[in-house]
């Protein structure tokens, strides 16, 4: 079969999380390429969430998987986002492209939402090539209710007189090391999302790792962002601030930016107000 022929939705079957696709979906589709690890820690934590509403759908052809479409009631989301009357639509990964597979995942979703008398919520990117992308979801017919940054709050069917989604306002203040109980000089915030990564911040760890040759000159800690606490108290979902700078970065935190941001931290004076990069960087 051609891979990048379409494959007919009646061709498809909808399954939750189970042996046939375990690896597949814990491990993001990189099931020839993962850290066993962190594919442990999703399974744990997706395992705990569903009974609190969180549910994978996953798009089997025969028995093999094609890709997954993760979901949670908007009101236990682990992300910086408020909302009613929907199902958060977290992620949707593909497995092969050029298939069809994502539209026909996003129909699922949308089928079961509507199931339940409700709508369908995603945070999108714009100008982010590959993952969530805002342009496949307006094709899909969703609505924008909220813009920050590069992302975009979208929205398709939810009940009539339901208030919008929005972001939340994010509140965090620079810390004060000389007034910390741990008394560090450079105190480092992570914050983080389970949906992704599950009960593990590889972010934590790596600046953990970094701040390791500074002893108790540096203090490291997580905050988890499945913790409705959490979210109420700063409104943020994933970042890493250093002295109450945010890292102005998307991507995966290598042991070397780590050690450089921690070593610039100790060699500036801490800002009044938050330094924030209000881009790509809370989303996931």
Same mark, same amino acid.
């Given at each position: 079969?051609?891979?990048?022929?379409?494959?007919?939705?009646?061709?498809?079957?909808?399954?939750?999380?189970?042996?046939?696709?375990?690896?597949?979906?814990?491990?993001?589709?990189?099931?020839?390429?993962?850290?066993?690890?962190?594919?442990?820690?999703?399974?744990?934590?997706?395992?705990?969430?569903?009974?609190?509403?969180?549910?994978?759908?996953?798009?089997?052809?025969?028995?093999?998987?094609?890709?997954?479409?993760?979901?949670?009631?908007?009101?236990?989301?682990?992300?910086?986002?408020?909302?009613?009357?929907?199902?958060?639509?977290?992620?949707?990964?593909?497995?092969?492209?050029?298939?069809?597979?994502?539209?026909?995942?996003?129909?699922?979703?949308?089928?079961?939402?509507?199931?339940?008398?409700?709508?369908?919520?995603?945070?999108?990117?714009?100008?982010?090539?590959?993952?969530?992308?805002?342009?496949?979801?307006? &094709?899909?017919? $969703?609505?924008?209710?909220?813009? !920050?940054?590069?992302?975009?709050?979208?929205? /398709?069917?939810?009940? #009539? =007189?339901?208030?919008?989604?929005?972001?939340?306002?994010?509140?965090?203040?620079?810390?004060?090391?000389?007034?910390?109980?741990?008394?560090?000089?450079?105190?480092?915030?992570?914050?983080?999302?389970?949906?992704?990564?599950?009960?593990?911040?590889?972010?934590?760890?790596?600046?953990?790792?970094?701040?390791?040759?500074?002893?108790?000159?540096?203090?490291?800690?997580?905050?988890?962002?499945?913790?409705?606490?959490?979210?109420?108290?700063?409104?943020?979902? &994933?970042?890493? $601030?250093?002295?109450?700078?945010? !890292?102005?970065?998307?991507?995966?935190?290598? /042991?070397?930016?780590? #050690? =450089?941001?921690?070593?610039?931290?100790?060699?500036?004076?801490?800002?009044?107000?938050?330094?924030?990069?209000?881009?790509?960087?809370?989303?996931?």
């Amino acid at each position: 079969m051609n891979e990048r022929q379409a494959t007919p939705q009646s061709d498809l079957s909808w399954r939750g999380m189970e042996p046939s696709n375990l690896l597949e979906v814990c491990s993001c589709g990189h099931g020839d390429d993962h850290d066993p690890i962190l594919v442990e820690s999703r399974r744990r934590y997706l395992e705990t969430r569903r009974e609190a509403g969180l549910e994978v759908v996953v798009a089997h052809l025969g028995d093999r998987p094609l890709g997954f479409a993760q979901t949670v009631p908007i009101q236990m989301v682990a992300r910086d986002v408020q909302g009613e009357g929907g199902v958060f639509l977290h992620c949707v990964n593909v497995f092969e492209q050029g298939r069809g597979v994502g539209r026909a995942l996003i129909g699922e979703v949308l089928r079961r939402a509507e199931g339940k008398g409700q709508g369908v919520v995603v945070d999108a990117c714009a100008d982010v090539w590959g993952f969530m992308p805002e342009e496949f979801f307006s &094709r899909l017919g $969703f609505s924008t209710a909220q813009a !920050r940054g590069r992302r975009r709050l979208m929205y /398709l069917g939810l009940p #009539a =007189g339901t208030c919008l989604p929005q972001y939340l306002e994010p509140r965090y203040e620079p810390p004060r090391p000389a007034d910390e109980q741990v008394g560090a000089e450079v105190v480092v915030d992570v914050f983080f999302t389970p949906l992704c990564t599950g009960l593990v911040s590889e972010e934590a760890a790596v600046m953990r790792k970094a701040a390791e040759a500074y002893g108790n000159r540096v203090s490291v800690r997580e905050w988890n962002a499945g913790d409705p606490e959490v979210r109420k108290r700063f409104g943020i979902a &994933r970042a890493i $601030f250093v002295n109450g700078v945010m !890292r102005p970065n998307d991507d995966t935190i290598s /042991l070397e930016e780590a #050690a =450089g941001l921690v070593a610039g931290a100790l060699n500036r004076p801490i800002p009044d107000q938050a330094v924030w990069d209000d881009s790509i960087s809370r989303l996931f």
